[in-house]
């Protein structure tokens, strides 16, 4: 079809239309801008991105701060997905680089820590569910196997969730007894045991079956049994307890 001498037609390869515009931290009025919001109104009146951006401090040459922030939560699938990201990975994020990417885990660490901080609202565990609720929404995510330790006190409240090691549970040869080392140091009542699995199918492996019964065996010696080892997958309500199918817990 022929056109007039108005200019060529835009067709289906056309550029797409430009992004909405956003306005830029440094051309907003000093009362509008993110920390100075946050001062006034408090951090929940701020959007997760604001938040994010007085985390960042800095955007790049030609992208504020702003911008960063919003691109990485997009790009992330949101802040589920900027928590489970691994430090290697969020350092090499556009506009983040390592020390941001510190910044950022130190403070989601932080945020796991103050829930576990006072004793009258820690986490209870009672069944298996009660650790899948505590963990897996935070692990499912997870590029890489991820091995947690659940401590607990004489009441089943959770005194601290740490992360043991970063893996494949088939590579913890020699690492049962590094299980209740934090244990130890609190005098902890019991432990659970929890570990994801990227594919996103949470059956355990053999490998997963004798590294519990090793652990089992270690608990006995030191009286810190190993209520449960749950196996993560993706998706909701995509667990295992290892306990409940007797495996390693013969």
């Not at 408090?42 to 040459?61: D, M, N, V």
């Not at 576990?116 to 565990?125: I, N, Q």
């Not at 089943?156 to 140091?185: D, I, N």
Request: glycine share 10%; no cysteine; aromatic share 2%.
């Amino acid at each position: 079809m022929q056109h007039g001498g108005d200019g060529p037609a835009r067709d289906a390869s056309s550029p797409e239309e430009p992004a909405p515009y956003r306005v830029r931290v440094a051309e907003m009025p000093d009362a509008e801008r993110p920390r100075e919001r946050l001062e006034r109104l408090g951090p929940g009146a701020l959007k997760t991105e604001e938040l994010l951006a007085i985390l960042l401090r800095t955007g790049t040459a030609r992208e504020d701060v702003l911008a960063v922030a919003a691109q990485l939560l997009h790009e992330r699938g949101g802040l589920r997905g900027v928590a489970a990201t691994d430090l290697a990975t969020l350092g090499g994020a556009h506009g983040i680089g390592p020390a941001k990417a510190t910044t950022i885990a130190a403070a989601f660490e932080l945020g796991r820590r103050v829930a576990l901080e006072d004793g009258a609202s820690r986490p209870t565990v009672t069944s298996p569910a009660d650790i899948a609720r505590l963990l897996h929404a935070e692990m499912e995510l997870l590029p890489q196997e991820e091995l947690r330790v659940v401590v607990l006190d004489t009441k089943h409240h959770v005194l601290a969730a740490p992360v043991l090691y970063r893996g494949t549970v088939s590579a913890a040869g020699g690492r049962v007894a590094e299980v209740f080392r934090e244990a130890v140091r609190l005098n902890a009542s019991k432990i659970a045991l929890a570990h994801n699995h990227p594919s996103g199918d949470p059956a355990p492996s053999a490998d997963d079956i004798e590294f519990t019964r090793s652990a089992i065996e270690a608990g006995t010696l030191l009286d810190i049994p190993v209520l449960d080892h749950l196996v993560l997958g993706q998706g909701r309500d995509r667990w295992v307890s290892m306990r409940e199918r007797h495996l390693g817990f013969e």
